[in-house]
């Protein structure tokens, strides 16, 4: 079985500032897809980016980028230029090529500050 | 906009209860997903449907039974409520991913419900 582990629990970053949120993931396969998915306050989780492990390309979503690193099983999530409304918890997640479900690491909690 | 609705946002009941969640999706999406979050934990898969009356468990089945009897609409069922189930409660639905050329995988979800059991 596949896990996801998300080892910083809460983190916080100055307004406009870049932060990097950590994921690894733990498979025997050699194709799969990861995501992270953000849970602002209140509000309803929307994928903010997603990779396919065959790609060396790292993805880039405006001020989202990730830093894809298959060997070392590692997908991290970077945010550029900060803003209060990046405040949420992040969420990395995992899908085998095969199929549909995802595993979920335990989340990021990320505050903005002004 | 895809839109996933659950039938409430807060719910309190009591121990040995029954207890429905139910979930609505307007995209015609083939998929649809239960899942529990807890703090520290993640959101972690009760279960998942793939099609009308299918269903396969996830990875925390216990205590919980589904249902499916429209495409559009998938429920969550605690045939007798547990505290341990306090929790929030999300549901999410996708495309298929081999429905067309494009992989569309994105799992879209609704608000939540958290639920509290007394």
């Known amino acids: 079985a596949q896990t996801v582990t998300q080892s910083q629990p809460e983190m916080s970053v100055q307004e406009a500032e870049t932060v990097t949120l950590s994921c690894t993931y733990d498979t025997s396969e050699s194709n799969y897809y990861l995501f992270w998915y953000k849970q602002p306050p209140s509000r309803q989780m929307i994928l903010v980016i997603r990779q396919e492990a065959y790609k060396q390309q790292n993805a880039t979503e405006n001020r989202f980028s990730v830093n894809f690193q298959k060997a070392a099983k590692s997908f991290s999530l970077k945010i550029s230029d900060s803003q209060l409304g990046d405040t949420a918890m992040y969420f990395c997640a995992f899908r085998n090529n095969a199929g549909n479900m995802l595993t979920f690491g335990g989340g990021t909690r990320l505050m903005v500050k002004p | 906009d895809v839109k996933v609705t659950q039938s409430s946002r807060y719910l309190v009941k009591r121990t040995g209860e029954k207890v429905f969640l139910e979930c609505v999706q307007d995209m015609d999406h083939e998929n649809m997903f239960w899942y529990r979050q807890d703090p520290g934990l993640g959101l972690r898969l009760i279960y998942f449907s793939y099609d009308v009356k299918m269903k396969e468990k996830g990875d925390i089945p216990e205590g919980y039974s589904v249902s499916r009897e429209k495409k559009e609409r998938f429920s969550l069922i605690l045939e007798s409520a547990s505290t341990n189930q306090t929790s929030m409660y999300l549901c999410?639905?996708?495309?298929?991913?081999?429905?067309?050329?494009?992989?569309?995988?994105?799992?879209?979800f609704g608000p939540g419900t958290r639920l509290t059991v007394l």
């Open positions: 999410a639905s996708s495309r298929d991913r081999t429905s067309g050329r494009v992989i569309t995988d994105t799992q879209y």
